[in-house]
Nanobody, 123 residues
Framework: QVQLVESGGGLVQAGDSLRLSCAVSGRTFSSYAMGWFRQAPGKEREFVAGISWSGGRRYADSVKGRFTISRDNAKNTVFLQMNSLKPEDTAVYYC?????????????????WGQGTQVTVSS
């Protein structure tokens, strides 16, 4: 059984930083791409950042230069470092494990999802 457990969300002020973590169990973590998505109230879930099995990265335009995704294969964990947070970053953030080793940006390519962690940025 594959499980993804996110942590690190919270309430911060604009300009602050947060680091999200996602611990994965139940599969060969290093062989698969991982992603972070977010969903704000009334909006569709959107791609934020992804990392391939080999470390290749991709980001949504809205977070480029502010967010950094990384992975620690020895600890089966993926991270999302979020700097210079803005009120529009407020959302529930989800960690997801892809169906393959290739980095994709759409939800249909991700087979497993965490429960989500709330990030709220006040102005």
């Amino acid at each position: 059984q594959v499980q993804l457990v996110e942590s690190g969300g919270g309430l911060v002020q604009a300009g602050d930083s947060l680091r999200l973590s996602c611990a994965v169990s139940g599969r060969t973590f290093s062989s698969y791409a991982m992603g972070w998505f977010r969903q704000a109230p009334g909006k569709e879930r959107e791609f934020v950042a992804g990392i391939s099995w080999s470390g290749g990265r991709r980001y949504a335009d809205s977070v480029k230069g502010r967010f950094t995704i990384s992975r620690d294969n020895a600890k089966n964990t993926v991270f999302l470092q979020m700097n210079s947070l803005k009120p529009e970053d407020t959302a529930v953030y989800y960690c997801a494990a892809a169906s393959s080793s290739f980095l994709e940006t759409t939800t249909r390519h991700y087979a497993y999802w965490g429960q989500g962690t709330q990030v709220t940025v006040s102005s």
